[in-house]
């Protein structure tokens, strides 16, 4: 028995959400996991960080970014995604100075979608058989300040996702800026994310016995045949984003930061989002709103709360932060951060 391949994370159903004159080709990429926010700092200020990006989870927000750590930063994060859907997100990321030579990274991000069970249009409540399903990224990025107010950086990872016996599989790359402006210290970021190959689902379980010609007897009418798959387009977006700090007191810290997102399967939206550091960010706290602009937002509010603490030449952060979803239950964020 098989799957429904309805399922499959890679084979979307085609909804075309239209605007005044607009196609926004909603649920039209494979790969829709690229997508989701990593790190809990991030997370909290709404995912207005392509400017801000200062520690490890700049190797997905922007690895431009990642040029300004002169220490070894490593984070691990774990999201649970959707009360009760048992789908959990997460991500890995170490970053390595190298001096003149720029920064290395390395980080990987998985998704699991947890154990479901096997139907069939004969057997729609299921046939006891359970299969699971599981979307995975591998990168590599190198990120360089050009000058002191200039850097650069790029990521090559490569996507896969896998349901039971089948699977799809490319090659993307990030690419993104960062420059700190006269202009009152204001950060400007650009980054392009996901430009890469299509995915198409090949497999096991693409495999059917098909009959050539079934008006004609005596030919082969089992012939061993595959189901061939369309290519889907990996979820691309173009980010534009703004930030500034403001120093009020000694030991406080404002940040305040805006991104404006141009993605290829949806129309655009903006994400804005604060952070409050305090005792010299040793508490911070944090807050944002996702998706702004955006017809049939489904996201909103996030909120988060971290600290931070210093052991000499090693640091430690741990970190939280809580988004809300209007149908599909609030999502969660852990994150650790380690510096030494």
């Known amino acids: 028995m098989r799957p429904s391949y309805s399922a499959i994370p890679v084979l979307v159903v085609v909804m075309l959400a239209t605007a005044p004159g607009q196609v926004t080709k909603t649920g ?43 220490e070894y930063h490593a984070m691990v994060t774990y999201t649970s995604l959707f009360k009760d859907l048992d789908i959990n997100l997460n991500y890995l990321a170490l970053v390595l ?19 479901m069970d096997v139907t069939t249009e004969l057997r729609p409540e299921g046939t006891g058989e359970r299969f699971s399903a599981i979307s995975y990224a591998l990168a590599l990025s190198y990120s360089r300040a050009i000058t002191d107010y200039f850097s650069a950086g790029i990521t090559v990872k490569y996507v896969r996702e896998d349901i039971w016996n089948s699977h799809a599989d490319g090659i993307a790359f990030d690419v993104g800026t960062l420059f700190t402006t006269p202009f009152y210290g204001v950060k400007f970021a650009s980054m392009i994310s996901n430009y890469g ?25 089992t012939v061993d045949a595959y189901y061939k798959t369309d290519h889907f387009e990996l979820p691309l977006k173009l980010q534009i984003g703004l ?3 403001f120093e009020f007191l000694e030991g406080y810290r404002l940040t305040i930061a805006v991104d404006a997102t141009h993605p290829n399967d ?36 996030s909120l988060g709360l971290g600290v931070h603490y210093g052991l000499g030449l090693f640091s430690i952060g741990v970190d939280y932060a809580f988004q809300q979803y209007k149908f599909l239950g609030n999502t969660q964020t852990f994150g650790v951060m380690f510096r030494f």
């Open 28 to 70: 039209t990429t494979a790969a829709k996991f690229l997508s989701i926010g990593i790190g809990a700092r991030a997370n909290g200020m709404g995912g207005a960080f392509s400017s801000v990006a200062d520690d490890a989870s700049a190797l997905y927000w922007n690895p431009a970014g990642a040029a300004s750590l002169s």
């Open 97 to 115: 100075p190298a001096g003149d030579f720029g920064n290395f990274g390395l980080s990987a991000v998985a998704i699991d979608y947890g154990k």
């Open 197 to 221: 190959s299509k995915l198409q689902m090949s497999g096991e379980d693409l495999l059917i016995r098909y009959d050539a010609d079934p008006q004609r007897r005596g030919n082969n009418e």
């Open 243 to 245: 930030s500034r700090e």
């Open 266 to 301: 949806n129309a655009e939206y903006v994400n804005v989002g604060a952070e409050l550091s305090l005792l010299d960010n040793l508490v911070s706290l944090r807050g944002g709103y996702k998706a702004l602009f955006l017809e049939d937002n489904q996201e909103g509010l």
